[in-house]
């Protein structure tokens, strides 16, 4: 009996850790926290390993699109406050 209880993630599970994972053919990919697990176009629905957390660089990679999206400008409506008109 194997002492290891760990459930390694499904195809169509959510990330949860950053990562570069492995499937069970040995296809890595570099997933980042909130994506979904892909399936494999021979086996279809797999199973992911974590091979290793992102370097320095590669985490930068992973993000910069989303810093790009942050950098927008924000618009700002200022109501004031409004009495009521007096009839």
């Not at 492995?22 to 797999?46: C, H, I, Q, Y």
Request: proline share 5%; charged share 30%; glycine share 6%.
């Amino acid at each position: 009996m194997s002492n290891n209880k760990n459930m390694n993630p499904f195809s169509g599970e959510e990330v949860e850790t950053d990562g570069v994972y492995a499937n069970e053919v040995g296809r890595e990919e570099t997933l980042k926290r909130g994506d979904v697990f892909p399936s494999d176009l021979t086996l279809g629905k797999t199973e992911w390993e974590l091979v290793s957390l992102p370097l320095e660089s590669q985490e930068a990679e992973l993000y910069q699109n989303e810093a790009a999206e942050n950098k927008q400008l924000r618009k700002h409506l200022d109501i004031g406050t409004r009495s009521p008109r007096n009839r």
